[in-house]
């Protein structure tokens, strides 16, 4: 992987024996950059950015005992709901199988294309993306910068200082007020914030997001990207030879040398690279990396170096393309004089897309299948059987009828596998249905009962027999059962 | 092993060494991002102006208080206090509603529950067990026998005022010990535990030969008074139905000699007084809805 081996380096590294402790950060002022990468970039940061804003005012209908927020955390209730589909706390596995299926489609695309997550995609790229066009706007660009950190007076600098740090708590207050809105009935909440009548907890989150945002987008940034996040470490143990990456192409780069040299070299039929040194790839780049050092950790493969050599190319009257997506064994096996080989379809593509397949499936499959009434049973611990006075044997168990429709409804509790077994109910319940006892469950609510089952019958020593409870609805007929035993002496 | 090699500069990274080299491996001597060693420096302020805030070190007899005078238990009371409050609306509900009225309620019924359960492990439990199950000489709550009544207002009777306790208005029933005060003979008394055993149909012991008719005679004597002429027991005086499948202190042939040689008094201590009232209600409706409630 590294390269650095192959290509020489630019700077000789310095060794200085009374190093400081700690290493002052290289602040990074990439400039701006036009070009095919920028624009996908603007593409994405209008759309995610937009989702991001705008989602918490859609509205989604779903009758009159539900809220009608398309995405909605109702922490208060313990519910999640997704457009038409509700979750309650006990299906917390879809989340799981969210957050399996996000690193599957992670591990995919870095076996496809690299870093496509970090480059286009990670909220950190993205507001930091933002923050940057933010702090070039109101101070230019790097060399316009420090041309005016000599020449300008110093009120206007304060003023423009000034300006960037309150648009870029703009956003991040905008940013934070977005967050909360997930978690309450958006346009009641921004109306509350507004009058000032919104809970305490509603403010503290923006502050914290606010302060969270305005922190890593504006001052911490690649830094981020370098030290704090795990992924940089882990991708590379996931990607290979194959996979596509945004890539300096030494072969047809070096020897580098300037404009002049190079036209000079070719005119005189020596052999000289299309790297005319320009630096702007460096420039340009967010976390500050050498591209031309080869895949490095700390490069998010966001594209803009590309449209920067790309742009000089154009100048200088070179094709385009001198960095560019390929992939590492390609440019070697140019250099060896070989042809280019792209194989996406590989053992690693096909198995992550695969088991994103089969994760996927089995996920749409659940939520598909899954009824609207549950009912989850616990047998008493202690004791685990009671003798009566008549002789017989009675178990108790504690039933939990779930009911996710949003009607009340009546709900006939059976119980099956005890000979000769005698359910009783426990609470205010006296209506039957056939014999079986009723019990009506609210909207979208939960009901927990006992339940006690008696059996006369000679039960054989130390018997556990299966039983089966049963919870049917009394006027649609819907059933679903939960297993446990009856345990005997 | 480790080795030690001074002021090395690494060849690929060019980075210098911590001198420090473990089977080959070089451990390269990186400089600390600066944000990080300040949060570092920061974590060490935070715990010197911790250390002067909270309690912290141990002295010979006591500690550091720490100036803004923390103290757990404090806290405990502060944290008991709020949750009072938040059991208030409930609380004042369960003292409203009479017995009936909680168990007819699933949401009360729920709340008596849960907080029954918690005061029968904090009182009761230490003699009827946690799932109240309870042992030799302490009634099982599960079941459907109950010496001094099933109903609600029974169960709560004898929760307030115990049995054969120090309250005024307590249980009192009395096993007399018929062997040990010589009321009756040996005889008499093995005679009359064969009965008891006959009357709820316990096999009889190889090599016993039961006098049914004298022990019917020494029970109708001396035991019906109490239990009954057909052993069905009477919840009044606390004597227990013998003609069920329940034993409190065993129903084979020795327990019953020993019963009736020495007596029973087993005693409840009465919790009115140390427990508050909705507690008891609470407790009440918790042994009720066990499932043997009347």
Redesign the interface.
């Known amino acids: 992987m590294n390269m ?2 192959k290509v020489e380096r630019l700077d ?4 200085d ?1 009374d ?7 290289r602040k990074i002022y990439p400039i701006a950059v036009h070009g095919t990468f920028r624009k996908i970039k603007w593409t994405l940061l209008i759309v995610t950015l937009g989702i991001y804003y705008l989602l918490p005012f859609l509205r989604w209908d779903r009758g009159p005992n539900a809220p009608s927020q398309a995405v909605l955390v109702d922490l208060a209730n313990g519910r999640f709901y997704f457009f038409f589909i509700e979750i309650w706390p006990q299906e917390i596995y879809y989340v799981t199988g969210l957050l399996i299926l996000a690193a599957l489609v992670l591990f995919l695309m870095n076996a496809v294309a690299g870093r496509l997550w970090c480059g286009y995609l990670c909220p950190q790229t993205v507001w930091t993306d933002l923050f940057q066009a933010i702090e070039r706007m109101v101070e230019g660009d790097p060399r316009e910068r420090r041309e005016k950190l000599k020449t300008a007076s110093r009120g206007r600098r304060a003023f423009e200082a000034a300006s960037k740090h309150t648009l870029w708590l703009m956003v991040a207050w905008w940013t934070g007020g977005a967050w909360v809105l997930y978690f309450a009935d958006a346009p009641t909440l921004v109306w509350q914030l507004f009058t000032g009548t919104a809970p305490m907890v509603a403010y503290l989150w923006i502050a914290i997001l606010t302060f969270t945002t305005y922190v890593l987008a504006g001052h ?1 940034r690649e ?1 981020v990207c370098t ?1 704090m996040c795990p992924w940089p470490r882990i991708q590379a143990a996931l990607t290979d030879e194959y996979a596509f990456n945004v890539t300096y192409r030494y072969d047809r780069g070096e020897p580098r040398g300037s404009f002049k040299k190079t036209e000079a070299l070719r005119a005189a039929g020596v052999p000289a690279g299309d790297c005319i040194d320009c630096k702007q790839c460096v420039a340009a780049c967010p976390t500050g990396v050498d591209i031309r050092l080869g895949s490095q950790l700390a490069c998010i493969q966001c594209g803009l170096c590309i449209d920067a050599c790309d742009t000089v190319m154009n100048k200088v009257g070179r094709p385009t393309g001198l960095i560019a997506y390929d992939t590492e064994m390609n440019v070697e096996r140019r250099m060896k004089g070989l042809a280019p080989v792209t194989k996406v379809l590989r053992a690693r593509t096909l198995l992550y897309a695969g088991l994103i397949v089969i994760v996927g499936g089995i996920m749409v499959a659940t939520l598909a299948m899954r009824g609207s009434e549950g009912v989850s049973v616990i047998h ?4 685990l059987f ?6 017989s044997l ?1 178990n ?1 168990y504690t039933l939990r009828i779930v009911n996710k429709q949003s009607l009340p409804r009546r709900f006939a509790i059976a119980v099956d596998g005890v000979p000769e077994a005698r359910l ?1 109910v ?3 319940i006296s209506v039957t249905e056939n014999g079986h006892p009723v019990v009506e469950v609210g909207p979208d609510q939960t ?4 339940a ?1 089952v008696s059996t006369s019958a000679k039960l054989p020593a130390n018997a556990s027999l299966p039983v089966t409870f049963s919870v049917t609805d009394v006027v649609g007929g819907e059933t679903t059962t939960a297993p446990d035993h009856f345990k005997g002496p | 092993m480790a080795e030690h090699h001074k002021n090395e500069v690494d060849a690929v990274t060019g980075v210098s060494t911590t001198g420090h080299e473990w089977d080959g491996i070089r451990e390269l001597n990186n400089p600390l991002p600066r944000w990080w060693l300040w949060t570092f420096y920061a974590t060490i302020v935070w715990a010197f102006l911790y250390w002067i805030a909270y309690p912290a070190w141990p002295l010979v007899s006591g500690y550091t208080s720490g100036v803004l005078g923390w103290k757990s238990r404090e806290a405990v009371q502060v944290q008991l206090a709020d949750l009072r409050v938040q059991r208030g609306a409930f609380a004042e509900k369960l003292e409203a509603a009479s017995l009936e009225q909680i168990e007819a309620s699933p949401e009360l019924l729920a709340f008596a529950r849960a907080q029954g359960r918690a005061a029968f492990g904090d009182n009761c439990a230490p003699c009827h067990g946690s799932g109240a199950a309870g042992s030799k000489g302490y009634p099982n709550l599960n079941d459907d026998d109950w010496m001094w009544g099933g109903s609600l207002e029974q169960i709560q009777q004898t929760i307030l005022h115990g049995i054969r306790s120090t309250d005024a208005d307590a249980h009192v029933g009395d096993m007399p010990a018929f062997g040990r005060d010589g009321l009756l003979q040996r005889p008499e008394i093995v005679a009359v535990a064969d009965y008891v055993r006959s009357l709820s149909d316990l096999p009889v012991p190889k090599g016993v030969t039961p006098d049914l008719a004298k022990g019917k005679e020494v029970f109708a004597a001396n035991c019906a008074a109490c239990h009954g002429a057909d052993g069905k027991g009477n919840i009044e005086l606390g004597a227990p139905n013998l003609t069920d499948g329940i034993w409190l202190y065993g129903s084979d042939r020795d327990s019953i000699i020993a019963t009736l040689t020495n007596g029973r008094a087993g005693i409840m201590p009465a919790w009115a007084g140390r427990l508050d009232p909705t507690t008891i209600k609470a407790l009440t409706v918790y042994v009720h809805a066990l499932g043997g409630g009347q």
């Open positions: 650095a081996t000789e590294p310095e060794y024996d190093a400081p402790l700690y290493e002052a950060r911490m830094q030290y008493d611990r202690n004791p009671v003798r009566l006075s008549d002789g009675r108790a009783e426990v609470g205010g009901y927990e009962l006992r006690l």
